[in-house]
């Protein structure tokens, strides 16, 4: 593996480019100058700490705490610089908007089919998606409607492994298999809604 060094790369801070703070975006130069960083202030700190006359032992242990302290303000600064131009981006993306308008814009289908279903479900629901950030999103904006492992209403999104066969009144994932079913409302083809005859 190669590392390209490039000195513009070192503390050019970008935007979180995900959906959480977490997607601070760290370049392989800025972790290579904080590795020496933390060399150089070791070097230098333990050095210092032995013209003090300390033993050699209690000058490296100092010099450690010295360089990881001084590293992990450094990089707190760097991380918050990414947080406040996330901050200041999605303040000026969703300023004036409202509720609806600000998730529509996140999440668009997600969001859409979510006000869909929620006119559709009353109460409890099954939910199949083969993305996780998808399902997980999904649950949240359908709340209060609750997840249910067994529910009459079957929600499908963004799942390849889900099938539904209009001929039979089937649906399928995997080794569960209902019958008979129901098509409630299909605005995509990779989502839909499901009801449980009643027999």
């Given at each position: 593996?190669?590392?390209?060094?490039d000195?513009?790369?070192?503390f050019?801070?970008?935007p979180?480019d995900?959906g959480?703070i977490?997607g601070?975006y760290?370049s392989?130069s800025?972790?290579?100058?904080?590795?020496?960083?933390?060399?150089?202030i070791l070097i230098?700190a333990?050095?210092?700490f032995?013209?003090?006359?300390?033993?050699f032992v209690?000058s490296?242990?100092?010099?450690?705490?010295?360089?990881f302290?001084s590293a992990?303000?450094?990089y707190a600064v760097y991380?918050d610089?990414g947080?406040s131009?996330w901050?200041?981006?999605?303040?000026?993306?969703?300023?004036?908007?409202?509720?609806?308008?600000?998730?529509l814009k996140m999440?668009?289908?997600?969001?859409?089919?979510a006000?869909i279903?929620?006119?559709?479900?009353?109460?409890?629901y099954?939910l199949?998606?083969?993305n996780?950030?998808?399902r997980l999103r999904?649950e949240?904006l359908l709340?209060?409607?609750?997840?249910?492992?067994?529910?009459?209403?079957?929600?499908?999104l963004a799942?390849p492994?889900s099938?539904y066969?209009?001929a039979?009144?089937t649906f399928?994932?995997g080794?569960v298999?209902?019958?008979?079913v129901?098509?409630?409302i299909m605005?995509a083809?990779?989502a839909?809604?499901?009801?449980?005859?009643?027999?």
């Amino acid at each position: 593996m190669t590392m390209n060094f490039d000195l513009q790369d070192i503390f050019a801070t970008r935007p979180i480019d995900r959906g959480t703070i977490n997607g601070v975006y760290i370049s392989p130069s800025f972790i290579l100058f904080m590795y020496i960083l933390i060399s150089v202030i070791l070097i230098f700190a333990a050095a210092v700490f032995l013209i003090k006359k300390a033993s050699f032992v209690s000058s490296l242990k100092k010099a450690f705490i010295v360089a990881f302290f001084s590293a992990g303000v450094v990089y707190a600064v760097y991380a918050d610089i990414g947080w406040s131009r996330w901050l200041m981006s999605d303040a000026r993306t969703y300023a004036g908007l409202s509720t609806d308008e600000k998730l529509l814009k996140m999440d668009d289908a997600i969001y859409a089919f979510a006000l869909i279903a929620r006119k559709t479900i009353p109460c409890d629901y099954m939910l199949f998606s083969a993305n996780d950030y998808v399902r997980l999103r999904e649950e949240y904006l359908l709340l209060p409607l609750r997840k249910r492992a067994q529910s009459d209403y079957i929600v499908v999104l963004a799942d390849p492994e889900s099938h539904y066969d209009k001929a039979t009144l089937t649906f399928s994932r995997g080794s569960v298999k209902i019958s008979p079913v129901e098509l409630l409302i299909m605005p995509a083809s990779y989502a839909y809604i499901l009801k449980r005859k009643q027999s």
